[in-house]
């Protein structure tokens, strides 16, 4: 019999059952939180990062179709989560402001020049202290980040919508935490300028609670941007990049 057959066959369930404990466990610790909403995002968005990360869309459903859990209100989270997998693709001619902003390091950034690069890059809008979306989009990001780490000529961008809160000392321990390589590059700056470039990417609500989750891609400056409204996966942005790698 062939031996790597033989063995999947024992580490799976005893991946799978780690898995359950390792739930079970963050379950048990949320319903004492004191912010339990907050504490069960972010607990959303370890999971979906796990999730995607294993690469095993089955470990991730364990816990929804299993039966046994009595916690029905994570359930219904999860079901949450799984339904904003729908992603709606649109293509849209944006026009990068002008203005200058500033890189997790301090430095200045000439926005209109980091946006019309010939090279390919992916965007989104995050803030640092957000406790749903932004956890999810830059887990995703993060991913992508370490996958496409042979990508040299991708560029991935996250820029604050939140500046004040998001000092470059906030978005360097937020690069951090999430694992972000010399190619992910985190943007804040003025409030009126972050608000000036969110409305050229038609993505600023009035507010920060408001925001959505919208992942921007173009293949070079002379291309329009596509634009991701939802929780596209990982595999999607890679596909995503070697589409427009192709020219696209
Ligand atoms: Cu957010």
Redesign the pocket.
């Given at each position: 019999m062939n031996r790597k057959y033989t063995r999947s066959q024992f580490t799976k369930p005893v991946k799978a059952g780690l898995t359950i404990v390792a739930l079970a466990t963050l379950f048990t610790s949320s319903l004492q939180a004191h912010e339990d909403t907050h504490q069960m995002h972010r607990m959303m968005a370890e999971m979906k990062m796990d999730n995607n990360m294993n690469h095993n869309a089955h470990e991730g459903h364990i816990m929804t179709t299993e039966g046994k859990d009595p916690h029905a209100q994570h359930k219904m989270m999860m079901t949450d989560v799984s339904a904003k997998d729908k992603v709606e693709r649109s293509r849209h001619d944006y026009k990068a402001s002008a203005v200058t902003m500033l890189n997790q390091n301090g430095k200045p950034i000439d926005i209109d020049k980091l946006l019309n690069s010939d090279k390919p890059m992916m965007v989104n809008f995050?803030?640092t202290t957000?406790?749903?979306?932004?956890?999810v989009?830059s887990s995703t990001f993060s991913i992508v980040n370490r996958e496409l780490a042979e990508a040299k000529d991708l560029t991935m961008i996250s820029i604050s919508i939140d500046p004040e809160a998001d000092t470059p000392e906030a978005l360097q321990r937020y690069a951090k935490k999430f694992e972000a390589r010399e190619n992910w590059i985190f943007i804040t700056g003025s409030v009126e300028d972050s608000i000036t470039l969110q409305k050229a990417f038609d993505i600023y609500r009035g507010s920060?609670m408001n925001?959505e989750?919208v992942t921007y891609l173009r293949a070079s400056s002379d291309k329009s941007w596509t634009r991701l409204d939802g929780f596209p996966s990982s595999d999607q942005l890679i596909s995503e990049y070697h589409h427009m790698k192709m020219g696209h």
């Open positions: 995050i803030f957000c406790p749903t979306i932004c956890p989009l920060k925001h989750p």
